[in-house]
C-alpha cells in the first residue's frame, strides 16, 4: 500500500500553478462580479495558459530536463479533455549499459488543468511556418511514474529545453491560439470542436513563444493571423 503521504505530494511547479490559478479566478470573481460570458472566460484561459507555459519552463529549469506542455488532442475518448485539457510532463533518460540506445521516459509534473467551459486550443490557427503541422506524442497522463511514450491518448506539445529555451527551431516563435468554440457532432456525426460560428469569431487570443522560452501574449484578435 502506498502511504498517503506519497498519494499527498504535489511538486513546486504543480503548486505554484495551481496558486496562480486559483488568484486569477479570484481576480476574475472580483472584476465580473461572478457573471458569465465567453469574453471572461477567454480571458480567465489566456492567463491560465501563460501560467501553464511559465510553469512548463520553470519546470525545465528546475529539473534541468526536457519538459512540454502537452494539450489533450484525442477525439475519440475523453470529449470532456479535448483541445481543453493543459498538462506538463518532463523527460527522464534511462541509461541501459548493455546497450548502446537509451530509452527516453517522460513524468507527469501536475495533475493536469482545464480550460474554462467552451474555450479550446485551436491547432489549425496555431500553425505556422515555424509550426506547419501540430507535434503530438502518446501518453498516459497524469501517470507520475516514468512512462515510455507509445501508448495512451494523443497530446500536442510545446518543448522546452533544460535551459528554459525553445526546443528546436521549427518551434520559434510558434502561436498557440485558444478561442472559443461549440463541442457538436461534424459531419461524419463524431464530436469534434466546431470553431465556425460567426458570433464567435473574435473570441480569441494567443500566447508567442519566442526563441528565449518567454511568451508573449496577444489579446487583439485582429492580431491573431489567420492561415
Not at 529539473?63 to 518532463?90: H, Q
Not at 533518460?93 to 501536475?110: L, V
Not at 461524419?188 to 470553431?195: E, I, K, M, Q, T
Not at 480569441?204 to 492580431?223: M, N, Q, Y
Amino acid at each position: 500500500m502506498i502511504p498517503a503521504s506519497r498519494k499527498a505530494a504535489f511538486t513546486l511547479v504543480e503548486l505554484l500553478v495551481v496558486i496562480s490559478i486559483i488568484l486569477i479566478a479570484t481576480s476574475i470573481l472580483f472584476v465580473g462580479g461572478g457573471g458569465g460570458g465567453e469574453g471572461i472566460k477567454l480571458s480567465s484561459a489566456q492567463r491560465i495558459v501563460s501560467s501553464i507555459a511559465q510553469g512548463a519552463r520553470g519546470q525545465a529549469l528546475l529539473k534541468n530536463a526536457t519538459t512540454r506542455l502537452i494539450i489533450y488532442s484525442e477525439d475519440n475518448e475523453d470529449y470532456d479533455k479535448l483541445l481543453r485539457y493543459f498538462g506538463i510532463v518532463y523527460l527522464t533518460q534511462i541509461d541501459d549499459p548493455t546497450t548502446s540506445d537509451n530509452e527516453e521516459s517522460w513524468t507527469a509534473a501536475t495533475q493536469g488543468t482545464y480550460l474554462p467551459e467552451g474555450i479550446y486550443f485551436d491547432p489549425d490557427l496555431s500553425a505556422s511556418n515555424d509550426w506547419p503541422s501540430a507535434a503530438t506524442m502518446n501518453i498516459e497522463y497524469p501517470r507520475q511514474s516514468p512512462q515510455t511514450v507509445g501508448s495512451g491518448p494523443e497530446f500536442y506539445y510545446y518543448e522546452f529545453n533544460p535551459n528554459g529555451t525553445i526546443s528546436s527551431p521549427d518551434f520559434l516563435n510558434s502561436w498557440l491560439v485558444i478561442r472559443a468554440g461549440t463541442l457538436r457532432p461534424n459531419s461524419s456525426g463524431d464530436l469534434a470542436v466546431d470553431f465556425s460560428d460567426e458570433d464567435k469569431e473574435n473570441l480569441k487570443s494567443a500566447l508567442i513563444f519566442r526563441r528565449v522560452g518567454t511568451t508573449t501574449s496577444v489579446t487583439d484578435p485582429s492580431e491573431i493571423r489567420e492561415n
